[in-house]
């Protein structure tokens, strides 16, 4: 019985940190900040490499971990359970940086990572490569639900525990910044 409390206790945990980070873009979209579309270079665009099989097992710290690792000459900043308007900003000024932007994110049902290449605002587009080496094109509300892993069909439970006890987080992006740009 208590098990199943203090599983409770954590799932609505989780819903309210769900609901604080579903804040509506519409504002956002308008603003004239966004009216450029941004786009990174291909040689900006890092491959990680993480066994397809440990996937399901990558903890938000474990990639940045990974990222961190690959790239030791940047400066890496992970944002974690940051509200929609936030994670758009963050992207789109990691772009216009030239800079990629990699992304908690639900692929083909699985808990994996994104990296966005392309945000083009006023045309609902963003663009990202996945772990496969596929690019897609999303609108910008279903890449908010890819980053909130809502497009995750029939999730397991044990994977929703992985949310709602932090070892897997939502609206989660990582920014590599060159050394000195942020100083």
Avoid: H, W
């Avoid at 873009?25 to 900040?33: A, D, M, P, T």
């Avoid at 900043?77 to 509200?83: D, F, V």
């Avoid at 758009?88 to 940086?97: N, P, T």
């Amino acid at each position: 019985m208590t098990g199943f409390v203090a599983a409770a206790i954590i799932i609505i945990k989780q819903n309210m940190v769900d609901i604080s980070i579903n804040d509506d873009v519409s504002s956002l979209i308008k603003s004239e900040k966004f009216n450029n579309p941004v786009k990174i270079k291909n040689e900006n665009i890092p491959e990680i490499n993480i066994n397809k099989t440990e996937i399901k097992n990558i903890t938000s710290g474990r990639l940045y971990n990974e990222i961190k690792n690959r790239f030791p000459e940047y400066k890496i900043t992970y944002y974690k359970n940051i509200k929609n308007s936030e994670l758009i900003e963050k992207i789109y000024d990691s772009l216009s940086d030239n800079m990629p932007a990699i992304c908690a994110f639900a692929v083909d049902n699985e808990v994996d990572y994104c990296v966005v290449t392309e945000m083009d605002i006023p045309e609902d587009k963003i663009t990202i490569k996945t772990p496969s080496g596929y690019t897609e094109t999303y609108t910008i509300q279903d890449f908010l639900c890819a980053a909130r892993f809502e497009n995750y069909e029939n999730m397991e439970f044990y994977l929703k525990l992985r949310f709602a006890v932090g070892l897997f987080t939502k609206n989660t992006v990582y920014i590599l910044e060159k050394p000195g740009e942020s100083e």
